[in-house]
Nanobody
Framework: QVQLVESGGGSAQAGGSLRLSCAAS?????MGWFRQAPGTEREGVAR????????YYADSVKGRFTISRDNAKNTLYLQMNSLKPEDTAMYYC??????????????????WGQGTQVTVSS
């Protein structure tokens, strides 16, 4: 079983920064960050393999967001810089236990956190 608890959401001005954290328990093969704005589908933002540290980003955040993990602290991070109003959404941490290709699809992950709200004003 994997448990995930996000923190670090809040409000920021456009151009500002926020850092999200996800405290995890249980083994995870890969982890990801997703977001969902009202009336839209949940979309993948970034993912990381917990072993190799290999990362992958959605085009919309590439160069602005950085996903990282601290395995000793069992914590996943998402550093968000140069924030835009369109980044406003509920952000979710996700994890997969089994070894398989991990992308940015919702179906690639088995466990989800409760979400943390990010609001960016112009």
């Amino acid at each position: 079983q994997v448990q995930l608890v996000e923190s670090g959401g809040g409000s920021a001005q456009a151009g500002g920064s926020l850092r999200l954290s996800c405290a995890a328990s249980g083994y995870r093969y890969c982890m990801g960050w997703f977001r969902q704005a009202p009336g839209t589908e949940r979309e993948g933002v970034a993912r990381i393999y917990t072993g190799s540290g290999s990362t992958y980003y959605a085009d919309s955040v590439k160069g602005r967001f950085t996903i990282s993990r601290d395995n000793a602290k069992n914590t996943l991070y998402l550093q968000m810089n140069s924030l835009k109003p369109e980044d406003t959404a509920m952000y979710y941490c996700a994890a997969r236990r089994s070894s398989w290709i991990c992308g940015l699809s919702v179906t690639d992950y088995d466990y989800w956190g409760q979400g943390t709200q990010v609001t960016v004003s112009s």
